[in-house]
Protein backbone atom coordinates (compact mmCIF):
# COMPACT_ATOMS: atom_id res chain seq x y z
CA UNK A 1 0.00 0.00 0.00
CA UNK A 2 1.34 3.26 -0.72
CA UNK A 3 2.43 5.55 2.19
CA UNK A 4 -0.24 8.29 1.62
CA UNK A 5 -3.22 5.68 2.25
CA UNK A 6 -1.61 3.45 5.37
CA UNK A 7 -3.20 5.25 7.71
CA UNK A 8 -6.81 3.23 5.94
CA UNK A 9 -6.53 0.36 6.13
CA UNK A 10 -9.25 -0.79 8.15
CA UNK A 11 -12.62 1.19 8.73
CA UNK A 12 -13.90 1.27 12.23
CA UNK A 13 -17.15 0.17 11.32
CA UNK A 14 -16.24 -2.80 9.95
CA UNK A 15 -14.25 -3.54 13.18
CA UNK A 16 -16.54 -2.78 15.55
CA UNK A 17 -19.59 -4.85 13.52
CA UNK A 18 -17.18 -7.62 13.90
CA UNK A 19 -16.38 -7.43 17.39
CA UNK A 20 -20.09 -6.83 18.01
CA UNK A 21 -20.63 -10.48 16.00
CA UNK A 22 -18.15 -12.03 17.42
CA UNK A 23 -19.39 -11.21 21.07
CA UNK A 24 -23.11 -11.37 20.25
CA UNK A 25 -23.01 -8.15 21.43
CA UNK A 26 -26.00 -5.29 20.55
CA UNK A 27 -24.92 -3.57 18.21
CA UNK A 28 -25.16 0.48 18.56
CA UNK A 29 -21.83 1.05 16.83
CA UNK A 30 -22.05 0.97 12.80
CA UNK A 31 -25.11 3.08 11.76
CA UNK A 32 -27.79 0.95 9.75
CA UNK A 33 -31.35 0.42 10.43
CA UNK A 34 -32.83 -3.12 11.45
CA UNK A 35 -35.79 -3.04 9.44
CA UNK A 36 -36.95 -2.26 5.94
CA UNK A 37 -37.87 0.59 3.85
CA UNK A 38 -41.23 0.97 2.54
CA UNK A 39 -43.01 -2.00 0.87
CA UNK A 40 -44.06 0.12 -2.14
CA UNK A 41 -39.92 0.60 -2.90
CA UNK A 42 -39.21 -2.69 -2.05
CA UNK A 43 -41.75 -4.01 -4.54
CA UNK A 44 -40.56 -1.45 -7.59
CA UNK A 45 -37.10 -3.14 -6.97
CA UNK A 46 -38.68 -6.58 -7.48
CA UNK A 47 -40.75 -5.69 -10.36
CA UNK A 48 -37.61 -4.05 -11.69
CA UNK A 49 -35.62 -7.36 -10.90
CA UNK A 50 -38.37 -9.56 -12.76
CA UNK A 51 -39.38 -7.36 -15.25
CA UNK A 52 -35.90 -6.99 -17.24
CA UNK A 53 -33.75 -3.84 -15.93
CA UNK A 54 -31.06 -5.86 -15.19
CA UNK A 55 -28.62 -4.83 -17.87
CA UNK A 56 -26.04 -1.44 -17.21
CA UNK A 57 -27.94 1.54 -16.74
CA UNK A 58 -27.00 4.59 -18.60
CA UNK A 59 -23.89 6.44 -17.43
CA UNK A 60 -25.64 9.22 -15.45
CA UNK A 61 -28.48 7.06 -14.13
CA UNK A 62 -31.71 5.92 -15.64
CA UNK A 63 -33.77 8.61 -16.71
CA UNK A 64 -36.86 8.43 -14.39
CA UNK A 65 -34.51 8.50 -11.18
CA UNK A 66 -32.94 11.56 -12.22
CA UNK A 67 -36.08 13.01 -12.95
CA UNK A 68 -37.60 12.22 -9.18
CA UNK A 69 -34.04 13.51 -7.70
CA UNK A 70 -34.57 16.76 -9.52
CA UNK A 71 -38.47 16.79 -8.50
CA UNK A 72 -37.20 15.93 -4.63
CA UNK A 73 -34.61 18.49 -4.67
CA UNK A 74 -37.65 21.61 -5.54
CA UNK A 75 -38.72 20.95 -2.02
CA UNK A 76 -35.32 23.28 -1.18
CA UNK A 77 -36.66 25.78 -3.89
CA UNK A 78 -33.86 24.49 -6.28
CA UNK A 79 -34.15 23.54 -9.68
CA UNK A 80 -31.83 21.10 -11.73
CA UNK A 81 -32.03 20.01 -15.09
CA UNK A 82 -31.72 16.04 -14.85
CA UNK A 83 -30.25 15.74 -17.83
CA UNK A 84 -27.27 17.70 -17.50
CA UNK A 85 -27.01 18.55 -13.51
CA UNK A 86 -27.94 15.24 -11.62
CA UNK A 87 -25.83 12.28 -11.98
CA UNK A 88 -26.38 9.16 -10.17
CA UNK A 89 -23.45 6.95 -8.33
CA UNK A 90 -22.82 4.19 -6.28
CA UNK A 91 -24.10 5.76 -2.77
CA UNK A 92 -22.75 9.29 -1.45
CA UNK A 93 -19.51 7.68 -0.89
CA UNK A 94 -18.59 7.37 -4.44
CA UNK A 95 -19.82 10.52 -5.06
CA UNK A 96 -17.87 12.24 -1.82
CA UNK A 97 -14.67 10.68 -3.70
CA UNK A 98 -15.35 11.02 -7.42
CA UNK A 99 -15.84 14.68 -6.42
CA UNK A 100 -12.57 15.25 -4.83
CA UNK A 101 -10.86 13.19 -7.29
CA UNK A 102 -12.31 15.01 -9.94
CA UNK A 103 -11.93 18.66 -8.71
CA UNK A 104 -8.76 18.78 -7.03
CA UNK A 105 -5.01 18.68 -7.88
CA UNK A 106 -2.32 16.86 -5.72
CA UNK A 107 -1.43 19.65 -3.74
CA UNK A 108 -4.74 21.30 -3.22
CA UNK A 109 -6.35 21.65 0.58
CA UNK A 110 -9.41 20.57 1.30
CA UNK A 111 -10.90 21.96 4.51
CA UNK A 112 -12.83 18.88 6.19
CA UNK A 113 -14.87 19.92 9.45
CA UNK A 114 -14.21 16.95 12.29
CA UNK A 115 -15.29 14.81 13.57
CA UNK A 116 -15.46 13.80 10.31
CA UNK A 117 -16.95 11.29 8.41
CA UNK A 118 -14.10 8.02 8.24
CA UNK A 119 -14.44 8.20 4.09
CA UNK A 120 -13.74 11.75 3.56
CA UNK A 121 -9.40 11.53 5.22
CA UNK A 122 -9.23 8.29 2.78
CA UNK A 123 -10.84 10.38 -0.23
CA UNK A 124 -9.04 13.05 -0.09
CA UNK A 125 -5.82 11.28 0.35
CA UNK A 126 -6.60 9.15 -2.85
CA UNK A 127 -7.19 12.22 -4.86
CA UNK A 128 -3.79 13.53 -3.53
CA UNK A 129 -5.20 16.96 -1.61
CA UNK A 130 -4.04 17.55 1.69
CA UNK A 131 -6.38 18.09 4.47
CA UNK A 132 -7.19 20.92 6.33
CA UNK A 133 -9.21 20.16 9.56
CA UNK A 134 -11.36 22.82 11.56
CA UNK A 135 -13.02 21.17 14.78
CA UNK A 136 -16.67 21.75 15.80
CA UNK A 137 -16.62 23.49 19.09
CA UNK A 138 -19.06 22.60 21.71
CA UNK A 139 -21.02 25.09 23.43
CA UNK A 140 -22.16 25.62 26.97
CA UNK A 141 -25.28 23.23 25.89
CA UNK A 142 -23.19 20.57 24.69
CA UNK A 143 -24.03 21.55 21.17
CA UNK A 144 -21.24 20.52 18.85
CA UNK A 145 -21.36 24.19 16.31
CA UNK A 146 -19.12 25.39 13.30
CA UNK A 147 -15.93 27.27 14.34
CA UNK A 148 -15.87 30.22 11.74
CA UNK A 149 -12.94 31.88 12.92
CA UNK A 150 -11.09 28.65 12.99
CA UNK A 151 -12.69 28.31 9.33
CA UNK A 152 -11.57 31.45 8.28
CA UNK A 153 -7.96 30.84 9.73
CA UNK A 154 -7.64 27.53 8.02
CA UNK A 155 -7.72 28.82 4.58
CA UNK A 156 -5.18 29.62 2.35
CA UNK A 157 -4.23 30.21 -1.69
CA UNK A 158 -4.21 26.54 -1.93
CA UNK A 159 -7.68 25.85 -0.40
CA UNK A 160 -10.26 24.21 -3.52
CA UNK A 161 -12.94 22.98 -1.57
CA UNK A 162 -14.57 22.19 1.80
CA UNK A 163 -16.70 19.39 2.82
CA UNK A 164 -19.94 20.19 4.71
CA UNK A 165 -21.92 17.80 6.47
CA UNK A 166 -25.43 18.45 7.66
CA UNK A 167 -27.11 17.24 9.49
CA UNK A 168 -23.78 15.51 11.06
CA UNK A 169 -22.64 12.64 11.81
CA UNK A 170 -21.90 11.93 14.10
CA UNK A 171 -22.65 14.82 16.35
CA UNK A 172 -25.99 15.44 15.25
CA UNK A 173 -25.58 18.84 14.78
CA UNK A 174 -27.21 20.33 12.14
CA UNK A 175 -26.12 23.55 11.08
CA UNK A 176 -28.19 26.64 11.53
CA UNK A 177 -28.68 29.47 8.80
CA UNK A 178 -26.64 31.72 10.06
CA UNK A 179 -24.01 29.00 10.76
CA UNK A 180 -24.52 28.25 7.07
CA UNK A 181 -24.52 31.98 6.34
CA UNK A 182 -20.78 32.40 7.43
CA UNK A 183 -20.11 29.32 5.76
CA UNK A 184 -21.22 30.66 2.71
CA UNK A 185 -19.74 33.70 3.04
CA UNK A 186 -16.37 31.89 3.41
CA UNK A 187 -16.79 30.02 0.16
CA UNK A 188 -17.65 33.25 -2.08
CA UNK A 189 -14.93 35.21 -0.50
CA UNK A 190 -12.62 32.51 -1.25
CA UNK A 191 -13.74 31.15 -4.39
CA UNK A 192 -14.31 27.71 -2.77
CA UNK A 193 -15.93 24.68 -4.53
CA UNK A 194 -18.09 23.01 -1.17
CA UNK A 195 -18.99 19.72 -1.39
CA UNK A 196 -21.95 19.16 0.96
CA UNK A 197 -23.00 15.73 2.08
CA UNK A 198 -26.44 15.54 2.95
CA UNK A 199 -27.41 12.18 3.32
CA UNK A 200 -29.22 12.63 6.35
CA UNK A 201 -31.59 15.04 5.15
CA UNK A 202 -34.93 13.61 6.30
CA UNK A 203 -33.50 12.82 9.51
CA UNK A 204 -33.89 16.19 11.56
CA UNK A 205 -35.55 16.26 14.66
CA UNK A 206 -37.87 18.71 16.52
CA UNK A 207 -37.82 21.93 14.81
CA UNK A 208 -34.79 22.06 13.47
CA UNK A 209 -34.56 22.35 9.81
CA UNK A 210 -31.89 21.02 7.40
CA UNK A 211 -31.04 24.23 5.01
CA UNK A 212 -28.95 22.66 1.68
CA UNK A 213 -26.27 25.31 1.63
CA UNK A 214 -26.77 25.28 -1.83
CA UNK A 215 -29.94 27.43 -1.07
CA UNK A 216 -27.50 30.51 0.51
CA UNK A 217 -26.50 33.12 -2.20
CA UNK A 218 -23.67 32.83 -4.58
CA UNK A 219 -23.46 28.81 -3.53
CA UNK A 220 -26.01 27.53 -6.80
CA UNK A 221 -22.52 28.16 -8.90
CA UNK A 222 -20.14 26.22 -6.76
CA UNK A 223 -21.80 23.56 -4.79
CA UNK A 224 -21.85 19.92 -5.68
CA UNK A 225 -24.73 18.94 -3.44
CA UNK A 226 -24.70 15.15 -2.68
CA UNK A 227 -27.01 12.59 -1.32
CA UNK A 228 -28.31 9.08 -0.79
CA UNK A 229 -31.31 6.66 -0.79
CA UNK A 230 -29.71 4.23 2.31
CA UNK A 231 -30.73 6.60 5.41
CA UNK A 232 -34.17 8.14 4.06
CA UNK A 233 -35.26 4.73 2.72
CA UNK A 234 -33.58 2.60 5.29
CA UNK A 235 -31.57 0.74 2.38
CA UNK A 236 -28.35 1.18 3.29
CA UNK A 237 -27.04 -1.74 1.36
CA UNK A 238 -28.48 -0.31 -1.86
CA UNK A 239 -25.99 2.06 -2.34
CA UNK A 240 -27.41 4.66 -4.44
CA UNK A 241 -26.65 8.19 -4.44
CA UNK A 242 -26.53 11.25 -6.33
CA UNK A 243 -24.64 14.56 -7.14
CA UNK A 244 -26.83 17.69 -8.30
CA UNK A 245 -24.52 20.79 -9.18
CA UNK A 246 -23.79 22.44 -12.34
CA UNK A 247 -23.73 21.20 -15.50
CA UNK A 248 -19.55 21.81 -15.42
CA UNK A 249 -18.85 20.64 -12.05
CA UNK A 250 -21.60 17.17 -12.80
CA UNK A 251 -19.66 16.25 -16.04
CA UNK A 252 -16.56 16.52 -13.72
CA UNK A 253 -17.39 14.30 -11.42
CA UNK A 254 -18.84 12.41 -13.91
CA UNK A 255 -15.75 11.97 -15.68
CA UNK A 256 -13.95 10.42 -12.43
CA UNK A 257 -17.40 8.58 -11.54
CA UNK A 258 -17.53 6.85 -15.16
CA UNK A 259 -14.22 4.77 -14.37
CA UNK A 260 -14.75 3.75 -10.50
CA UNK A 261 -17.65 2.00 -11.05
CA UNK A 262 -19.24 3.29 -14.64
CA UNK A 263 -22.60 2.26 -13.46
CA UNK A 264 -24.45 0.70 -10.32
CA UNK A 265 -27.84 -0.60 -8.79
CA UNK A 266 -29.80 -1.04 -11.83
CA UNK A 267 -32.90 -2.33 -10.71
CA UNK A 268 -32.37 -0.76 -7.94
CA UNK A 269 -32.58 2.72 -9.66
CA UNK A 270 -36.19 2.79 -10.68
CA UNK A 271 -37.29 1.68 -7.28
CA UNK A 272 -35.11 4.87 -5.40
CA UNK A 273 -37.15 6.73 -8.01
CA UNK A 274 -40.60 5.17 -6.81
CA UNK A 275 -39.48 5.91 -3.49
CA UNK A 276 -38.54 9.35 -4.02
CA UNK A 277 -42.13 10.40 -5.89
CA UNK A 278 -44.19 8.36 -3.63
CA UNK A 279 -43.16 6.87 -0.12
CA UNK A 280 -41.93 10.34 1.74
CA UNK A 281 -45.11 10.27 3.85
CA UNK A 282 -43.26 7.08 5.05
CA UNK A 283 -40.22 8.85 5.55
CA UNK A 284 -42.28 11.47 8.06
CA UNK A 285 -42.98 8.20 10.10
CA UNK A 286 -38.96 7.03 10.27
CA UNK A 287 -38.04 10.69 11.33
CA UNK A 288 -41.24 10.69 14.12
CA UNK A 289 -39.74 7.53 15.28
CA UNK A 290 -36.01 8.06 15.01
CA UNK A 291 -36.97 11.04 16.91
CA UNK A 292 -38.36 8.60 19.55
CA UNK A 293 -35.65 6.54 19.56
CA UNK A 294 -33.34 9.16 20.65
CA UNK A 295 -34.97 10.23 23.11
CA UNK A 296 -35.42 6.28 24.14
CA UNK A 297 -31.43 5.67 23.67
CA UNK A 298 -30.64 9.43 25.43
CA UNK A 299 -32.56 8.87 28.72
CA UNK A 300 -31.37 5.28 28.91
CA UNK A 301 -27.93 5.79 28.15
CA UNK A 302 -28.45 9.17 30.79
CA UNK A 303 -29.73 6.44 33.34
CA UNK A 304 -26.29 4.51 32.96
CA UNK A 305 -24.41 7.44 33.94
CA UNK A 306 -23.37 8.54 31.15
CA UNK A 307 -23.32 12.71 30.10
CA UNK A 308 -25.52 12.67 26.75
CA UNK A 309 -24.89 15.38 24.44
CA UNK A 310 -27.97 16.91 22.29
CA UNK A 311 -29.21 15.42 18.75
CA UNK A 312 -30.43 17.27 16.26
CA UNK A 313 -30.51 15.15 13.75
CA UNK A 314 -29.00 11.85 11.46
CA UNK A 315 -28.93 8.19 13.86
CA UNK A 316 -26.84 8.65 16.32
CA UNK A 317 -25.84 10.50 20.05
CA UNK A 318 -22.72 10.86 21.67
CA UNK A 319 -22.00 10.67 25.46
CA UNK A 320 -18.63 11.90 27.78
CA UNK A 321 -18.05 8.79 29.25
CA UNK A 322 -15.88 10.50 31.70
CA UNK A 323 -18.44 10.64 34.54
CA UNK A 324 -18.08 7.23 34.53
CA UNK A 325 -14.70 7.10 35.17
CA UNK A 326 -13.26 6.57 32.37
CA UNK A 327 -11.13 8.88 30.45
CA UNK A 328 -10.90 6.90 26.64
CA UNK A 329 -13.69 6.09 25.02
CA UNK A 330 -11.96 4.02 22.50
CA UNK A 331 -10.46 1.86 25.19
CA UNK A 332 -13.88 1.61 26.25
CA UNK A 333 -15.23 0.57 23.01
CA UNK A 334 -12.80 -1.98 22.53
CA UNK A 335 -13.94 -4.08 25.82
CA UNK A 336 -17.73 -2.92 25.76
CA UNK A 337 -18.74 -5.90 23.88
CA UNK A 338 -16.86 -8.48 25.69
CA UNK A 339 -17.49 -6.66 29.05
CA UNK A 340 -21.15 -6.06 28.89
CA UNK A 341 -22.60 -6.92 25.17
CA UNK A 342 -22.53 -3.74 23.82
CA UNK A 343 -20.96 -2.60 20.45
CA UNK A 344 -20.12 1.84 20.02
CA UNK A 345 -18.14 3.88 17.94
CA UNK A 346 -15.17 6.24 19.97
CA UNK A 347 -15.85 9.43 18.44
CA UNK A 348 -11.85 10.25 18.14
CA UNK A 349 -11.37 7.59 15.39
CA UNK A 350 -13.20 10.56 12.92
CA UNK A 351 -10.34 12.99 14.45
CA UNK A 352 -7.14 14.45 13.63
CA UNK A 353 -6.78 15.37 17.25
CA UNK A 354 -7.87 12.32 19.37
CA UNK A 355 -6.82 13.97 22.40
CA UNK A 356 -9.60 16.57 22.43
CA UNK A 357 -12.53 14.50 21.60
CA UNK A 358 -11.14 11.15 22.97
CA UNK A 359 -14.03 11.28 25.97
CA UNK A 360 -16.90 10.80 23.59
CA UNK A 361 -18.48 7.40 22.48
CA UNK A 362 -21.15 7.66 20.14
CA UNK A 363 -24.55 5.11 20.21
CA UNK A 364 -26.34 4.61 17.26
CA UNK A 365 -30.55 4.66 17.79
CA UNK A 366 -31.69 3.43 14.61
CA UNK A 367 -32.56 0.04 15.69
CA UNK A 368 -35.58 -1.41 16.95
CA UNK A 369 -37.34 -0.84 20.53
CA UNK A 370 -36.48 -3.78 21.78
CA UNK A 371 -33.05 -3.95 20.97
CA UNK A 372 -32.34 -0.48 22.16
CA UNK A 373 -33.80 -1.49 25.72
CA UNK A 374 -31.44 -4.37 25.26
CA UNK A 375 -28.54 -2.54 24.92
CA UNK A 376 -29.61 0.02 27.73
CA UNK A 377 -29.96 -3.01 30.48
CA UNK A 378 -26.80 -4.00 29.53
CA UNK A 379 -25.14 -0.62 29.80
CA UNK A 380 -26.73 -0.26 33.08
CA UNK A 381 -24.30 -2.99 34.38
CA UNK A 382 -21.25 -1.75 33.22
CA UNK A 383 -20.58 0.55 36.81
N1 LIG B 1 -21.86 10.37 4.61
C1 LIG B 1 -22.20 10.20 5.89
C2 LIG B 1 -22.15 11.37 6.82
C3 LIG B 1 -22.57 8.94 6.35
O1 LIG B 1 -22.90 8.75 7.63
C4 LIG B 1 -22.59 7.86 5.45
C5 LIG B 1 -22.90 6.50 5.96
N2 LIG B 1 -24.04 6.07 5.54
C6 LIG B 1 -22.27 8.10 4.11
C7 LIG B 1 -21.89 9.36 3.72
C8 LIG B 1 -22.26 7.01 3.09
O2 LIG B 1 -23.43 7.00 2.35
P1 LIG B 1 -23.69 5.87 1.25
O3 LIG B 1 -24.00 4.61 1.99
O4 LIG B 1 -24.83 6.38 0.45
O5 LIG B 1 -22.45 5.73 0.45
N1 LIG C 1 -22.63 5.61 8.02
C1 LIG C 1 -22.60 4.54 8.95
C2 LIG C 1 -22.05 5.00 10.27
O1 LIG C 1 -21.55 6.09 10.40
C3 LIG C 1 -21.81 3.33 8.52
C4 LIG C 1 -21.28 3.33 7.14
C5 LIG C 1 -20.26 2.25 6.95
O2 LIG C 1 -20.28 1.23 7.59
N2 LIG C 1 -19.35 2.49 6.06
O3 LIG C 1 -22.08 4.23 11.20
Given at each position: LVPRLR?????IFAEMTALAVKHDAVNL?????DTDGPAGMLEAAKNALFGGANQYPPGPGRPELRAAIARHRQRYGTEYD????ILVTAGATEAITAALIALTEPGDEVIVIE????SYAAAVAMAGAERKVVGLVEGEDGRFGLDVEGLRAAVTPRTRAILVNSP?????TVFTRAELESLAALCVEHDLIAICD?????LVFDDNEHIP??????MRPRTVSISSAGKTFNC???KIGWVCSTPELVAAVKAAKQFIT????GPLQPAVAHALDHELAWVDGLRSSLEEKRDRLSAGLADAGFAVRPTAGTYFVCVDV??????DAADLAWELPGRVGVAAVP??????HPDEWKHLLRFAFCKRNDVIDEGVTRLRKLV
Open positions: PFTSTGQGFPPDTEPYYDHNPTGEVYEHLVTLPGTGWFVSGRPLGFTVKVFTD
